[in-house]
């Protein structure tokens, strides 16, 4: 049985902590839909890659001003587990329907951060997507309405609307400053003295942009990713443009964050405003990306800045899981972390003074997915993985690998047969593989490497099924394209991780490993009840 919390907020904001009222720092949180460890402040770091190619200069001086993480990771590569995972500060599969995507519901009797800092004296908001709480119609406790965008949302299709206009430059000014727009709304609505905590959501990385955006609106030269892109990836001109068009939209993402921190800092707030900026997975429509618990899937950028309290220019290699924000931000409002939360909170890191490994405790992070598109699979099942990433060693346990990890095919899971066309799989994520996103990247995959066995590896990492056990030793294979779970000369390590893995699935009331272990293969989580077909019946 799912884990359940019954933490009262009345009772919980009674433990307020001694920190003085006008001493609390505004909290901003600039969150990315899809955006995976890609940014010009990485490039500095690992040559090579695509984030040669990116500038994101915003980014850049919240990491040079504050805390730079090389190795933060999203605890499910799935949007709203990973939301669910970082506002309750707790693993998804202890947030109950929260760890799905279609279908999911926001358990009230789980603590999450906006509202209890909400409830400690907090002006709260968002703009853009966030997920629950947050709307009148999920915030208990007569919490008020949160959602700033009386302004507009065309942010979201940054670049299908600026590829419209006649005047690029001007068709982005208009973007970015309905992004001003509604942040000066929320901040209007902050009483003096009040501190706030803001939730910046543009799903403008999510799929789809418009193809060769990326070179019309930020001058991304796709053949300059040409011997950059990672080797699960074909380094053909499609998908070089198809990664340079997704940069673009990172980019997009970057101009935002540097409006509010203008704003900020006009209004005299930045230096006691935390700014956190990251993503809620890796890259959609590409191989190994979103859906998936390699690192392309998993590994996501974050940088942090409160100059009042958090010593910057740092580079701190210690293992971050998002659910750890959520103590963060609890502890630094001056509140007491309900016991509930399994994260950790980062205060102690990032008043350290130290870079590189802070914390040798932090040696790890937690791993999973269950559910994404509920049709993905002709059954209407998940595909439920865990898995444990050290600095070493990435250890994968599919606990169904008679599944298709990213939905049936047409003609799989029984005889194989021809891919839907070419079109079909660029526009419609459904055709076939449903947890892939629509793409250029998946369409030529699929028409292109199936049958010719040159190519066939391609296909084999985007579509292929799986062993129960994946292991990759990180310091040959960074990319993860070498399973090495049945070699000998790794069998202790295997071990090892397994156990670890297990024991904190175990502690933490996992389902997968604790009581019905069936428990996500049945309603309310998957099958049937959502098949249209079986309402039928």
Known sequence: MLLKTTVIFAILMSCVVGVA??????????????????????????????????????????????????????????????????????????????????????DKSIPSYPLILQQAGYHIGHS??????????????????????????????????????????????????????????????????????????????HRKWVQGSGKKLWGLNPDELKGKLPKFLPDVPVVREDMADYLGEVMAFDAGLGVLLNELESAGKLDNTIVVVSGDHGAPGFPNGKCNLYDFGTHVPLAIRWPKNVPGNRIVDDFVCLPDLAPTF??????????????????????????????????????????????????WLPYPQRAIRTKHFLYIRNFKPDRWPMGTGPGYGGSTGLMPGFEQLRENTFAAFGDMDASPTKAWIAV?????????????????????????????????????????????????????????????????VTGDRTTFDKA?????????RAKKR
């Open 524 to 532: 309310p989580f998957a099958t049937e009840w959502q098949n249209p």
């Open 128 to 205: 853009y997507k966030v997920w629950s709480p947050g709307t009148p119609a999920n915030a208990p406790y007569g919490a008020k309405a949160t959602a700033y965008g009386k302004h507009g949302g065309k942010f979201n299709g940054f670049s299908q609307f600026v590829s419209k206009q006649n005047d690029i430059s001007a068709g982005k000014q208009v973007l970015l400053d309905e992004v001003k727009d509604n942040f000066q709304d929320f901040l209007e609505d902050c009483e003096d003295g009040q501190p706030f905590c803001y939730w910046w959501g543009p799903t403008n990385c």
């Open 21 to 106: 009222e006008n001493d609390r720092p505004n909290i901003v949180f600039a969150f990315a839909d899809d955006w995976g460890r890609y940014a010009s402040a990485y490039a500095a770091l690992e040559k090579g890659g695509p984030s040669d190619i990116v500038s994101t200069p915003n980014f850049d001086r919240v990491a040079r001003e504050g805390v730079l993480f090389t190795n933060a990771f999203v605890n499910a590569p799935s949007c709203t587990p990973c939301r669910s995972s970082l506002l309750s500060g707790q693993y998804f599969w202890r947030t109950g329907r929260g760890a799905i995507l279609q279908g999911a519901i926001w």
């Open 448 to 512: 292109n490497c199936e049958d010719d066995p040159q190519q066939r590896k391609y296909f084999d990492f985007a579509f292929g099924q799986r062993p129960e056990e994946e292991l990759y030793e990180l310091a040959t294979d960074s990319d993860q394209i070498y399973n090495v779970a049945d070699d000998l000369r790794f069998a202790d390590v295997k071990a090892e991780l397994s156990d670890r893995l297990m024991t904190v699935l175990k502690q933490t009331g996992d389902p997968r």
């Open 330 to 379: 609890v502890e630094a409002g001056g509140v007491t972390v309900p016991d509930v939360m399994t994260g950790r909170s980062l205060m102690p890191v990032l008043k350290s003074d130290k870079a590189g490994i802070v914390d040798p405790s932090r040696d790890s992070v937690i791993t999973g997915r269950e559910r994404h598109v509920a049709k993905a699979r002709t059954d």
